[in-house]
């Protein structure tokens, strides 16, 4: 299946920084989705996103889905440990298709 | 909150054994999905079902079987299972939404070893 093209790969931030992490296609989405994923559990989704230049908070995430619904990023803003973890984004292309980024692991330390 | 339960969290099985994963979920969702999770590979989708009894391929059916006989249940069988399909599975649903606009929600995830 396709893969999105998800960046960067890993982060190693200090507690308080700010976070920024991106997903690009070749294709269109509906939707975009964002989840994050702790070791050893399942993913939990953190925003969805539904319409080109939507921008949609949840708490210290941002998200945004870009005009050309070929793009999303994520920010997290003033990090703290428990952001540890890896985050997916997903696109939601013809229906039941999900496409996902390969993941960013974010390391946070205190 | 959608809860989708996988049956086991941890699971050591034989090479050439028939393996059974459970999947339920609670929020009377249409759509259900097995995917398997590897280091460098991603999410990967097996299987999926729209509705009791319909079942569609993903992309690497090969070596499972799904069975949708209740709508809050999805299994994932493994035929004969082989040291390649040790691996993380991630049981998904999500409903039938406005213009199929509707996000996918995991469960915990069955870590199988087969040895």
């Known amino acids: 299946g396709q893969q999105l093209n998800q960046s960067p790969q890993s982060m190693f931030i200090q507690e308080g920084e700010d976070v920024s992490m991106n997903c690009t296609s070749s294709?269109?989405?509906?939707?975009w989705l964002w989840y994050k994923q702790d070791p050893g559990e399942g993913p939990v989704l953190l925003i969805a996103l539904y319409k080109a230049g939507e921008l949609t908070s949840n708490g210290r995430l941002t998200a945004q889905f870009g005009i050309t619904r070929k793009d999303s990023f994520l920010n997290i803003s003033a990090s703290i440990p428990s952001d540890v973890g890896i985050y997916f984004c997903?696109?939601?292309?013809?229906?039941?298709?999900?496409?996902f980024g390969s993941g960013t692991k974010l390391n946070v330390k205190p | 909150d959608v809860k989708v339960t996988q049956s086991s969290r941890y699971l050591v099985k034989r090479t050439g054994e028939k393996v059974f994963l459970e999947c339920v979920q609670d929020?009377?969702?249409?759509?259900m999905f097995w995917y398997r999770q590897d280091p460098g590979l991603g999410l990967r989708l097996i299987y999926f079902s729209y509705d009791v009894k319909m079942k569609e391929k993903g992309d690497i059916p090969e070596g499972y079987s799904v069975s949708r006989e209740k709508k809050e249940r999805f299994s994932l069988i493994l035929e004969s299972a082989s040291t390649n399909q040790t691996s993380m599975y991630l049981c998904?649903?999500?409903?039938?939404?406005?213009?199929?606009?509707?996000?996918?929600?995991f469960g915990n995830g069955t870590r199988l070893t087969v040895t």
């Open positions: 998904a649903s999500s409903p039938v939404g406005q213009d199929d606009n509707s996000p996918l929600h």
């Open positions: 929020m009377d969702h249409e759509n």
């Open positions: 997903a696109g939601q292309g013809d229906f039941n298709k999900f496409y």
């Open positions: 294709s269109i989405f509906n939707t």
